[in-house]
């Protein structure tokens, strides 16, 4: 995900933030070239 992408994608939503947390953070890993937390550790240790 580019920078470009995440600004279009979040700044046309209408979500609310509790609804769209888990989302906005997965997308910020992807734009960080991170793993997600799941991907990061999945067996949840």
Do not use: I, V, Y
Not at 10 to 35: I, V
Request: aromatic content about 8%; some cysteine.
């Amino acid at each position: 995900m580019t920078p470009q992408q995440f600004s279009a994608k979040w700044l046309a939503s209408t979500f609310k933030e509790r609804s769209a947390s888990h989302s906005h953070f997965n997308d910020l890993c992807e734009l960080l070239g991170e793993p997600n937390p799941t991907a990061a550790d999945p067996d949840g240790q």
